[in-house]
């Protein structure tokens, strides 16, 4: 448990003393990357919690959902439809899904400690 808070620790701390200007033309991808990455890491916290997190199937997903949603980004521009938006209506579902399931967890075992 204590390992994904240190990367997150560590990415904030790069993030912040590393200046990176990024390309205005390249913001959406990236954009839809981050949120892709944030549903593989709010799932990997939810598997996690219930004893179910398996590294290989984290990984897979982190960087699969990535690529596919970048991809799908990219396919879209080329064909002059916004696809991005299904991206963000899916990950933004799960996202709220994972994190309904987070706080379940966490209330129940609140509850819990305090009987």
């Given at each position: 448990m204590i390992t994904p808070i240190i990367g997150l620790v560590l990415?904030?701390?790069i993030g912040y003393f590393l200046p990176f200007d990024l390309p205005a033309g390249d913001t959406l991808y990236v954009a839809i990357g981050i949120l892709a990455c944030m549903d593989s890491v709010l799932g990997?916290?939810?598997?996690?919690?219930?004893d179910k997190f398996q590294l290989d199937i984290f990984l897979s997903g982190f960087f699969g959902?990535?690529?596919?949603?970048?991809?799908?980004?990219?396919?879209?521009?080329?064909?002059?439809?916004s696809l991005y938006i299904a991206a963000i209506v899916m990950y933004g579902i799960r996202l709220f899904q994972n994190f309904a399931a987070i706080r379940r967890h966490g209330l129940i075992f609140?509850?819990?400690?305090k009987k």
């Open positions: 990415g904030i701390v990997g916290l939810r598997a996690t919690l219930t959902n990535a690529v596919i949603a970048v991809v799908l980004v990219y396919v879209g521009n080329i064909l002059g439809i609140w509850q819990r400690q």
